[in-house]
């Protein structure tokens, strides 16, 4: 595992903060756009559906912006070390309770499988969804609550595979054919 922006190896854990909001707000404000420019060249019903665009893009803007100040200011969301995988709310999930971490497909995402029998956490970065509903969709979706998006995060699903490998104690990584990941 290498230090991100450094060269050289790292032998700490891998800690995970919010990422940006780049290639967001570009699909926002392409809706935006698109809406605005309904209202401006358009009669009838166009301009009514460009209304609505721009509002819904306005509020998908402003949900998105206030998501990320929150989330930034938490500071460490996920933790990977030896200890396991720790979230920003202090619970520790323990190698021994994953039985594998999967990246299904070409999906941007991995996915910490339990074993038999435990039971991991959610982590979900959508402020506006409540636990328990957050809880049964990822479950139900992957097989796991415990599901990171790199994308939304600071590190590359490369650096997560290579914390897990090197503090997992050979918790596998998978990709989705069953066959050992490279990272």
Same mark, same amino acid.
């Given at each position: 595992?290498?230090?991100?922006?450094?060269?050289?190896?790292? $032998?700490?854990?891998?800690?995970?903060?919010?990422?940006?909001?780049?290639?967001? @707000?570009?699909?926002?404000a392409s809706t935006l756009l698109f809406g605005a420019?309904?209202?401006? $060249?358009?009669?009838?019903?166009?301009? +009514?559906?460009?209304?609505? @665009?721009?509002?819904?893009?306005?509020?998908?803007?402003?949900? @998105? =912006? =206030?998501?990320?100040v929150i989330w930034r200011r938490k500071g460490c969301l996920v933790r990977l070390d030896d200890a396991g995988v720790t979230l920003f709310?202090?619970?520790?999930?323990s190698w021994r309770e994953i039985s594998e971490v999967r990246y299904p497909g070409k999906s941007p995402l991995l996915v910490f499988l339990p074993r038999d029998g435990a039971t991991l956490p959610v982590f979900s970065q959508e402020l506006f969804l409540r636990p328990r509903a957050a809880r049964e969709r990822l479950t139900r979706r992957w097989g796991s609550p415990l599901v990171l998006v790199p994308r939304n995060l600071d590190v590359s699903r490369d650096e997560i595979i290579d914390a897990v490998r090197q503090f997992g104690g050979g918790?596998?990584?998978?990709?989705?054919?069953?066959? @050992?990941?490279? +990272?």
């Amino acid at each position: 595992m290498t230090k991100r922006g450094k060269s050289g190896p790292d $032998f700490g854990p891998l800690e995970i903060r919010a990422g940006g909001l780049g290639w967001k @707000l570009v699909t926002s404000a392409s809706t935006l756009l698109f809406g605005a420019r309904l209202v401006m $060249f358009e009669d009838g019903y166009e301009v +009514g559906l460009g209304i609505s @665009l721009c509002g819904l893009a306005g509020f998908g803007v402003l949900k @998105l =912006v =206030v998501e990320h100040v929150i989330w930034r200011r938490k500071g460490c969301l996920v933790r990977l070390d030896d200890a396991g995988v720790t979230l920003f709310d202090g619970q520790t999930v323990s190698w021994r309770e994953i039985s594998e971490v999967r990246y299904p497909g070409k999906s941007p995402l991995l996915v910490f499988l339990p074993r038999d029998g435990a039971t991991l956490p959610v982590f979900s970065q959508e402020l506006f969804l409540r636990p328990r509903a957050a809880r049964e969709r990822l479950t139900r979706r992957w097989g796991s609550p415990l599901v990171l998006v790199p994308r939304n995060l600071d590190v590359s699903r490369d650096e997560i595979i290579d914390a897990v490998r090197q503090f997992g104690g050979g918790v596998p990584v998978f990709d989705e054919r069953r066959q @050992l990941a490279t +990272g």
